[in-house]
């Protein structure tokens, strides 16, 4: 699998700074598999940006967008 590097990482999780260091491991996560394994295995959702500005919305992170930038997204 190729690698992917990412921009940002947008984390819900259960506490604040968990969703800020599950974030800061995101960006450093080598795959968007790896990603959301990781973030899987935490109980967190993730909205993730790599370096050509695609956007990837893992698993959990469509019960907190709003209807109308799921529409944008796709």
């Known amino acids: 699998s190729s690698t992917t590097r990412f921009a940002a990482a947008t984390v819900v999780a259960a506490t604040a700074w968990r969703a800020e260091v599950l974030a800061k491991a995101t960006v450093l996560s080598r795959t968007v598999a790896e990603a959301e ?38």
């Open 37 to 74: 394994t990781m973030l899987h295995a935490a109980g967190a959702a993730a909205l993730l940006t790599d370096d050509e500005a695609r956007v990837h919305p893992l698993a959990g992170i469509d019960d907190f967008a709003d209807p109308i930038d799921r529409e944008a997204a796709t």
